[in-house]
C-alpha cells in the first residue's frame, strides 16, 4: 500500500479539518476515512509502483462502487462488459482530471478564496 509523504499526509489533514469547521461533513469524513493514521517516515523510501498497477487499484476502487449499486437496487443481473466499459471512460476522467489538478494547485485549504 502506497502512503502519503509527511508533508501532502498532514496538508490533507489540515484540509479535512478546516472543511469540518466549514460545515462541509462529508468532505471531512471522507478525506480523513481514507488518508491513513500515519505518513511515509521521512527516511522511508515510496513504494515503486507502474503505472499500470494504479490503474488495477483504481478499478478494484470502482468496481466495488458498481457493485454497492448494484447490490442497492437489488437487481438480478448486470452486464459486466458494459459496466466495465462504463467504469473504464470513468477511470481515464478521473486520472486525468486528478493528475491536472496535481500538476496546477498546490493543494489551496477550503476556505482560500481560488
Known amino acids: ?3 502519503l509523504s509527511k508533508v501532502v499526509h498532514q496538508r490533507l489533514i489540515s484540509q479535512a479539518e478546516e472543511a469540518k469547521e466549514l460545515k462541509l461533513n462529508n468532505l471531512s469524513e471522507n478525506v480523513l476515512s481514507v ?3 500515519v505518513p511515509r517516515d521521512e527516511n522511508e523510501e515510496q513504494e515503486k509502483i507502474l503505472y499500470a498497477d494504479l490503474e ?3 478499478d478494484k476502487g ?3 462502487i458498481a457493485v454497492q ?3 442497492y437496487h437489488n437487481a ?3 452486464d459486466i462488459q458494459k459496466i466495465e466499459e462504463v467504469l473504464g471512460s470513468f477511470k481515464q476522467n478521473i486520472l486525468a482530471e ?3 489538478l496535481l500538476s496546477a ?3 489551496k485549504l477550503p476556505g482560500q478564496v481560488k
Open 1 to 3: 500500500m502506497l502512503k
Open 35 to 37: 488518508v491513513g493514521p
Open 56 to 58: 488495477k487499484e483504481i
Open 62 to 64: 470502482l468496481w466495488k
Open 69 to 71: 449499486i448494484i447490490a
Open 76 to 78: 438480478k443481473s448486470a
Open 98 to 100: 486528478v493528475e491536472e
Open 105 to 107: 494547485d498546490l493543494a
